[in-house]
């Protein structure tokens, strides 16, 4: 990654060698400005605008689970653009930014959630501005077909379903 003059400044100021300048650059989508200790996150690649953030263990699906989460989308008359697919991992790097006025389901256990949410009696919950309804995850579902009738009701609460 080339430095900038202020950068090669300080390094010879602490007595860090430079070993060598590259000749290709690393590439990241994090920016940090030279002038301040300020730092620009990457920017993500998901679309934030949908009112439903789905908040799953991971964004890849298998092609079982592909077709279950779209019979359910079908189901409650949505389209994956209506939905936000969002895992666990970039969900907490958001620090809850953008929730206002989402609802958030989440599809499988994790310790991102509010602690009165339960897999097994699906209710809503209301914390700041946002929504929450917790259910099983896909994989849980296509292991034991019997979960579905609670993700249904689950599913339910969502206000499209009505």
């Known amino acids: ?80 653009r209506a939905v936000a697919v969002i895992d666990f991992q970039t969900f907490e790097a958001l620090a809850g930014r953008d929730t206002d006025n989402k609802i958030l389901l989440v599809m499988g256990e994790t310790s991102l959630m509010p602690a009165a949410l339960s897999l097994t009696q699906p209710t809503l919950i209301q914390q700041n501005d946002s929504r929450w309804i917790a259910t099983y995850s896909l994989q849980d579902m296509l292991q034991q077909p019997a979960l579905k009738a609670t993700v249904w009701q689950a599913l339910k609460l969502l206000p499209v379903a009505n």
């Open 1 to 80: 990654m080339p430095l900038s003059k202020r950068q090669h400044f300080f390094l010879a100021e602490l007595d860090i060698p430079v070993w060598e300048l590259r000749e290709t650059s690393l590439s990241t989508d994090a920016k940090i400005d030279d002038e301040s200790t300020e730092y620009t996150p990457p920017a993500l690649d998901i679309d934030l605008s949908p009112a439903i953030w789905l908040l799953m263990a991971s964004t890849e699906m298998n092609d079982s689970e592909a077709r279950l989460f779209d019979a359910m989308l079908k189901a409650l008359k949505l389209s994956r």
